[in-house]
């Protein structure tokens, strides 16, 4: 039978009327129905996939998608492009967190009938908390759903040394979220983003950050603008009130832990009776490095050929990556 996860994404999938999202999850249904043996119900879905996909309009995924070339000219060392099929509902998050998100996504797709009554929608985001849990891919998961290209700034060519150079490149990219729709990332903000009367920093730093601050409540393009931090107290309060909604993000606790895990190892079975041993060590993980964990268990069993993993695996795999420096102890 289909998972509860599963079905969720089934029925999410058909409320939005996303035939795409659709026929993958009913595949994924397929495909752990021939895993529990049941060939025959196996065969069936599939076979009524493969006529729903013969029924799609071959040009519906292009109707969907926002054409964008790869960025050229001096946006193309600035930001660099991508076309993520991550969706909502490969992330594991807490559940007032994954309905902020949901309500971003309304608000996008029902953008007509909000500036029909003179509002706006919710486009631009910070997204602050630790390391590892799920910040970026959450800009990657907003792309994926609303068929958006993702755009990523690159701090490392956008900052100058040079007087004014680096305003100047921050212009183009918000000119360029005027021509070219997409979701736009701003991923370690703090780069630009720290205190304006910070004594560690340096005059040209702080005419950035107001340039971009200037920027970004000009903006009113069709782009969504995701500024990601791991550090809320580094940066400049009068940043906050620019966002339409600022997300924070916490490292999973034992709940969050578990479906991570599940999700990730769903094709070895992990029917184990040892769960608060193995959550136990998840304890102050993030998503990130438990994810790691569960494919190094993962590779190691592939490479044994075996298609299960025990408790102990993935136990000694998690305090590897908990403790890198003690290797297998």
């Given at each position: 039978?289909a998972?509860a996860q599963q079905?969720k994404?089934?029925?999410?999938?058909?409320?939005e009327h996303?035939?795409?999202r659709f026929?993958?999850v009913?595949?994924?249904?397929?495909?752990?129905a021939?895993?529990?043996?049941k060939?025959?119900l196996?065969?069936?879905?599939?076979?009524?996939?493969?006529?729903?996909?013969?029924?799609?309009?071959s040009?519906?995924?292009?109707r969907e998608?926002v054409?964008i070339?790869?960025?050229?000219?001096?946006?193309s060392g600035?930001?660099?492009?991508s076309?993520?099929?991550?969706?909502?509902?490969?992330?594991?998050?807490?559940?007032s967190?994954?309905?902020?998100?949901?309500?971003?996504?309304?608000?996008?797709?029902?953008v007509?009938?909000l500036?029909?009554?003179?509002?706006?929608?919710?486009?631009?985001?910070?997204?602050?908390g630790?390391p590892g849990?799920?910040?970026?891919?959450?800009a990657?998961?907003l792309?994926?759903?609303?068929?958006?290209p993702?755009?990523?700034?690159?701090f490392?060519?956008?900052?100058?040394?040079?007087?004014g150079?680096?305003a100047?490149?921050?212009?183009l990219v918000?000119?360029?979220?005027?021509q070219?729709?997409g979701v736009?990332?701003?991923?370690?903000?703090?780069a630009i983003?720290?205190?304006?009367?910070?004594?560690h920093?340096?005059?040209?730093?702080?005419?950035?950050?107001?340039?971009?601050?200037?920027f970004l409540?000009?903006?009113?393009?069709?782009?969504?603008?995701?500024?990601a931090?791991?550090?809320?107290?580094a940066?400049?309060?009068?940043?906050?009130?620019?966002?339409?909604?600022?997300?924070?993000?916490?490292?999973?606790?034992?709940q969050m832990?578990?479906r991570l895990?599940?999700?990730?190892?769903a094709?070895f079975g992990?029917?184990w009776?040892?769960?608060?041993?193995?959550?136990?060590l998840c304890?102050g993980m993030?998503?990130?490095?438990?994810?790691?964990?569960?494919?190094?268990?993962?590779?190691?069993a592939v490479?044994?050929?075996?298609?299960?993993?025990k408790?102990?695996?993935?136990?000694k795999?998690?305090?590897?990556?908990?403790?890198?420096?003690?290797?297998?102890r």
């Open positions: 039978m998972t079905l994404a089934l029925i999410e999938s058909f409320t996303d035939q795409q026929l993958s009913a595949s994924q249904i397929a495909a752990h021939a895993r529990g043996g060939d025959k196996a065969r069936d879905l599939l076979t009524l996939i493969e006529q729903a996909r013969k029924r799609t309009p040009n519906r995924q292009e998608t054409p070339a790869q960025p050229t000219g001096e946006l600035l930001v660099s492009a076309f993520p099929k991550t969706r909502l509902g490969d992330m594991v998050l807490a559940a967190l994954r309905e902020r998100l949901k309500r971003v996504l309304l608000e996008y797709r029902q007509s009938r500036h029909s009554h003179g509002l706006m929608p919710r486009r631009k985001l910070l997204l602050l630790p849990c799920g910040k970026s891919m959450t990657t998961a792309a994926g759903e609303l068929h958006l993702l755009l990523t700034v690159q490392h060519t956008l900052i100058t040394k040079f007087m150079e680096t100047a490149k921050l212009r918000f000119d360029a979220m005027q070219s729709r736009y990332l701003f991923d370690e903000f703090d983003g720290t205190h304006r009367q910070s004594g920093d340096v005059g040209e730093i702080r005419r950035v950050l107001n340039s971009f601050l200037v409540e000009q903006d009113n393009s069709g782009s969504i603008v995701i500024c931090s791991n550090l809320e107290n940066l400049d309060a009068a940043l906050f009130r620019r966002f339409d909604d600022v997300l924070h993000y916490e490292k999973p606790n034992g832990s578990r895990i599940e999700a990730r190892l094709a992990p029917l009776s040892q769960w608060k041993s193995v959550l136990g304890t993030s998503h990130a490095d438990i994810v790691k964990a569960c494919e190094d268990a993962a590779k190691e490479l044994s050929d075996r298609t299960t993993i408790a102990e695996e993935l136990r795999a998690l305090r590897h990556r908990r403790h890198p420096s003690q290797g297998d």
